[in-house]
């Protein structure tokens, strides 16, 4: 028997937080069910599990390729140790193409870049041409120019080549949550996780908080600045899936790092934060319930069950979670294998029950397996 996905859904509370801000500066909402809800984005959760400094960092995987995610990463990763080793002309002359070839026919101007994720083995690879076409133009920066346009004819087939023969061309960040490259479509990677916004299963609870700050070095004026602040408490519902074949066709069929992949992301969706202002707030949480799915058919989103908004505690977001799946289950019969932790009072029938690690290592023995159980 083969399992094609992992869900993971887990239900989180705050107090007195900012998670995710708008670009008014407010807490960022979506409405559902008739009422407001308080939201953390999707991209907002990717960046803070793949850049956390956490024992379980995806960055501390054997074998990890690291990424950058930018629109400045040739001018800072190429033409700038050019400019040192080969001068100031050569590197003018050879840089636009380079700025050309990895970021399209806008690559001339910074602002209008695509802000774009290139893994360590793609960068080495850069530099390593770079400085290849350096060395042949012996100095001269007009032969610098003419090798550049030349390769940069090129440049498509030769990339595509260098990532079919590189394990992780665009890093571990690629390989897990994807790539678009509008200038180059066979570049794009086809992201394994899937992340959904997670959204409060009640309606926003929000307040503004007047602040002001003292001068200390004259107090007497009172408050040297005034402000104003949203805070919002909320238990949040999130949900992961995992593709496994994705994900395996991702590592280049390593299954070892697979499995190491969903046990430190596992780790990640229930500890760490996606939290601004931590200096004001400590808006630090982690997941009171958890479940981890495993099965061979479409994934769906237990979303549905707060569809209606559910008191405010942990034990009626349970309640209401595994209400919407047993109904499910009546209807579909689709068969997951499930664990589960959870912090509130109540069976969880169906499920085998554990702690952290334990859903952890059930996620990881799956995934390095490449999805294969015995029936």
């Known amino acids: ?78 033409i700038a140790p050019l400019t040192v080793s080969h001068g100031a002309d050569i590197a003018k002359a050879i840089g636009d193409a380079f700025q050309l070839a990895v970021y399209g026919d806008k690559g001339h101007s910074r602002t209008s870049r695509q802000i774009l994720l290139l893994g360590a083995p793609e960068l080495r690879w850069l530099k390593s041409e770079v400085e290849r076409l350096a060395g042949e133009a012996g100095g001269d920066a007009k032969q610098a120019a003419e090798l550049a346009k030349d390769w940069h004819k090129a440049f498509r087939a030769n990339a595509k080549a260098m990532r079919e023969a590189t394990a992780l061309p665009g890093g571990l960040t690629g390989a897990l949550f994807g790539r678009m490259v509008t200038s180059d479509p066979e570049a794009n990677i086809a992201a394994p996780v899937h992340v959904a916004h997670s959204f409060t299963v009640h309606p926003a609870e929000s307040e503004l908080d007047f602040y002001a700050a003292v001068d200390d070095l004259d107090p007497e004026e ?140 059930f996620g990881a023995g799956i995934a390095g397996q490449g999805g294969e159980r015995q029936a």
């Open 1 to 78: 028997m083969t399992l094609r996905f992992l869900q993971i859904h887990t239900l989180t509370g705050y107090s007195a937080a900012l998670l995710n801000r708008d670009d008014n500066g407010l807490a960022k909402r979506l409405p559902y069910g008739g009422a407001i809800r308080t939201r953390v984005s999707s991209q907002c959760l990717k960046r803070h599990w793949r850049m956390a400094d956490d024992v379980h960092s995806l960055h501390t995987i054997d074998g990890a390729e690291a990424a950058r995610r930018s629109r400045e990463a040739v001018t800072h990763e190429i």
């Open 222 to 361: 009172g408050a040297g600045n005034l402000g104003e602040t949203e805070l919002t408490s909320g238990l949040y519902y999130g949900y992961v899936v995992i593709d496994l074949a994705g994900l395996l066709s991702n590592l280049g069929g390593d299954g070892d790092m697979a499995g190491q992949v969903v046990h430190n992301l596992i780790h990640l969706i229930a500890e760490v934060t996606p939290g601004a202002k931590l200096g004001s707030t400590a808006p630090y949480g982690r997941a009171g319930f958890m479940m981890v799915e495993a099965g061979d058919r479409q994934p769906r989103s237990l979303a549905e069950a707060f569809r209606v908004p559910c008191k405010p505690d942990l034990g009626s977001a349970v309640a209401a979670l595994t209400g919407q799946l047993a109904r499910f289950d009546e209807c579909y019969a689709t068969g997951e294998e499930r664990h589960a932790m959870s912090l509130a009072n109540g069976d969880l029938d169906g499920m085998t029950r554990g702690g952290l690690a334990d859903l952890a290592r």
